[in-house]
T-cell receptor, first 109, second 112 residues
Framework: QKEVEQDPGPLSVPEGAIVSLNCTYS??????FMWYRQYSRKGPELLMY????GNKEDGRFTAQVDKSSKYISLFIRDSQPSDSATYLC?????????FGKGNQVVVIP | EAQVTQNPRYLITVTGKKLTVTCSQN?????MSWYRQDPGLGLRQIYY???????DKGDVPEGYKVSRKEKRNFPLILESPSPNQTSLYFC???????????FGQGTRLTVV
């Protein structure tokens, strides 16, 4: 079983909509959960990270971890065309940084 | 400027011809790793290194070699490339157990 599971389906939304992305993880030993953003033809860059259960907000972005159900979520409010990118969930543990497959998000003006 | 530099950015080669993709970072990071990214499969870790002379296999190490003789450099070696190694490769570095990994620009490799 993969350490982080992310349904890699693309997602198209109109500008201003809320984007909701989810991942599940399998190993409770992992403590840090991250979201990376990857623009076309670029390497991934860290967007947000969380350590424990609960929400963390940064502007229009909210990262949420539910350790009881092993769910990681990312919400983007008031989405903008500049948010169009691939979003990858990740977690660090056991000397490894493991990534989900990523969701390509397209925000249509 | 803090960065991870990969070379080359693009490479087309033939089956069986040994090649090396270089990776260098200037942030004094202990941890470095290589990933390949394929459509529908995401980022998969090939090898990682926790420090000089310390390397270990990731999820997909077959057909690859690495070395870590210096802290800043972590080259990826394909001794006998095959078409199934056609992919987009990323090198990344970070401080040990940091939440933030810094990625290079990527190397697009095509093996014909």
């Amino acid at each position: 079983q993969k350490e982080v599971e992310q349904d890699p389906g693309p997602l198209s939304v109109p500008e201003g909509a809320i984007v909701s992305l989810n991942c599940t993880y399998s190993n409770s030993a992992f403590q840090y959960f991250m979201w990376y953003r990857q623009y076309s033809r670029k390497g991934p860059e860290l967007l947000m990270y969380t350590y424990s259960s609960g929400n963390k907000e940064d502007g229009r972005f909210t990262a949420q971890v539910d350790k009881s159900s092993k769910y990681i979520s990312l919400f983007i409010r008031d989405s903008q065309p500049s948010d169009s990118a691939t979003y990858l969930c990740a977690k660090r543990g056991n000397n490894r940084l493991a990534f989900g497959k990523g969701n390509q998000v397209v925000v249509i003006p | 400027e803090a960065q991870v530099t990969q070379n080359p950015r693009y490479l087309i080669t033939v089956t069986g011809k040994k090649l090396t993709v270089t990776c260098s970072q200037n942030m004094n990071h202990e941890y470095m790793s290589w990933y390949r990214q394929d459509p529908g499969l995401g980022l998969r870790q090939i090898y990682y290194s926790m420090n000089v002379e310390v390397t270990d296999k990731g999820d997909v190490p077959e057909g690859y070699k690495v070395s870590r003789k210096e802290k800043r450099n972590f080259p990826l070696i394909l001794e006998s490339p095959s078409p199934n190694q056609t992919s987009l490769y990323f090198c990344a570095s970070s401080f040990w157990q940091s939440t933030e990994a810094f990625f290079g620009q990527g190397t697009r490799l095509t093996v014909v």
